[in-house]
């Protein structure tokens, strides 16, 4: 999986629950916690750091998100932990995740869920806040069960699952808890793709070569990552607004080195080499 993209050797960040590694363009953010990825906010701080070190890196263009091993992308938030902190310690937990994820969304470069195993409550809202999610097919499920223990989805599952699905959709799957496979979530719009490998190293790689396809200098990095602002931005505004967000990006795409690039390229019959500036 690794060799594929020459990736770097694990780095663990400094709570040791998200390992970092990076090569061809692509920084892939592994969260580890067994046995099932439960993050905890030791797991969410290694992961917001993750989000700051691939958005500063000049080297990325493309984030993806994974779990180790083969049975778990995430199964949520650590139970066991919520059960013995105080609710002042919960709000802050969810206000801390919320400030990550919107992290997240906003670092204006492509990020993918590469969801190889069971996705299920707080591991969901990861996925979702994601421009991507690719699923390993019969890895596993996922959902939002969070109603069985008497809460609802309090890391933005309320709001994003309704914007990816539809409000009927999103409140039916959240309020029953049910769990899906991941090929009615690819049916229902909750995941962009279903990959067929044998294990979860093979659709990992198969994973980073699609990431890898959208850097420098196969691809305009820099035009993806105008591309999820303007959609990012603009789908929560009004639409002269978002227009105006569309023009003022485009504006500053036309300037850029890789768009004299491609419509040079276009112009002389040639394939570009961008350089993501």
Same mark, same amino acid.
């Given at each position: 999986m690794s060799d594929s993209l020459s990736l770097s050797n694990a780095e663990h960040l400094p709570n040791g629950k998200v390992t970092w590694q990076s090569g061809g363009g692509v920084a892939l953010l592994t969260l580890t916690n067994p046995p099932a990825n439960g993050y905890s906010l030791e797991m969410m701080q290694d992961l917001d750091a993750a989000i700051l070190k691939a958005r500063f890196d000049n080297d990325v263009y493309v984030i993806v998100i994974a779990g180790e091993g083969e049975k778990f992308f995430c199964a949520g938030a650590d139970i066991s932990m919520l059960e013995s902190v105080t609710p002042e310690f919960k709000y802050s937990f969810c206000?801390?995740?919320?400030?990550?994820?919107?992290?997240? +969304?906003? =670092?204006? *470069?492509? =990020?993918? $869920? &590469?969801?190889?195993?069971?996705?299920?409550?707080?591991? @969901?809202?990861? $996925?979702?806040?994601? %421009? @991507?999610?690719?699923? /390993?097919?019969?890895?596993?499920?996922?959902?939002?069960?969070?109603? *069985?223990l008497g809460v609802l989805p309090g890391t933005g599952g309320t709001q994003r699952l309704a914007r990816a699905?539809? *409000?009927? *959709?999103?409140?039916?799957?959240?309020? =029953?808890? %049910?769990?899906? %496979?991941?090929? /009615?979530?690819? &049916?229902l719009g909750l995941v962009n793709r279903i990959i067929e490998a044998e294990n979860n190293d093979a659709f990992l790689a198969q994973v980073l070569e699609f990431a890898a396809g959208?850097?420098?200098?196969?691809?305009a990095s820099l035009a993806v990552g105008h591309i999820k602002r303007a959609v990012q931005t603009g789908?929560?505004?009004?639409? +002269? $607004?978002?227009? &105006?967000?569309?023009?003022?990006?485009?504006?500053?795409?036309?300037?850029? %080195?890789d768009a004299q690039e491609g419509i040079r390229a276009f112009v002389e019959k040639r394939k570009p080499v961008f350089r993501g500036r």
């Amino acid at each position: 999986m690794s060799d594929s993209l020459s990736l770097s050797n694990a780095e663990h960040l400094p709570n040791g629950k998200v390992t970092w590694q990076s090569g061809g363009g692509v920084a892939l953010l592994t969260l580890t916690n067994p046995p099932a990825n439960g993050y905890s906010l030791e797991m969410m701080q290694d992961l917001d750091a993750a989000i700051l070190k691939a958005r500063f890196d000049n080297d990325v263009y493309v984030i993806v998100i994974a779990g180790e091993g083969e049975k778990f992308f995430c199964a949520g938030a650590d139970i066991s932990m919520l059960e013995s902190v105080t609710p002042e310690f919960k709000y802050s937990f969810c206000l801390h995740a919320n400030e990550t994820m919107l992290r997240l +969304e906003h =670092t204006p *470069k492509l =990020t993918i $869920a &590469a969801l190889g195993g069971h996705c299920v409550g707080g591991g @969901l809202e990861v $996925a979702l806040s994601c %421009d @991507l999610r690719f699923a /390993r097919k019969d890895s596993g499920r996922c959902g939002l069960p969070e109603v *069985k223990l008497g809460v609802l989805p309090g890391t933005g599952g309320t709001q994003r699952l309704a914007r990816a699905i539809g *409000k009927s *959709k999103a409140i039916e799957l959240m309020v =029953t808890g %049910d769990l899906v %496979d991941y090929d /009615r979530a690819e &049916a229902l719009g909750l995941v962009n793709r279903i990959i067929e490998a044998e294990n979860n190293d093979a659709f990992l790689a198969q994973v980073l070569e699609f990431a890898a396809g959208l850097c420098p200098p196969h691809h305009a990095s820099l035009a993806v990552g105008h591309i999820k602002r303007a959609v990012q931005t603009g789908a929560e505004i009004p639409l +002269e $607004a978002g227009l &105006a967000l569309e023009r003022e990006l485009q504006a500053k795409l036309f300037l850029s %080195d890789d768009a004299q690039e491609g419509i040079r390229a276009f112009v002389e019959k040639r394939k570009p080499v961008f350089r993501g500036r």
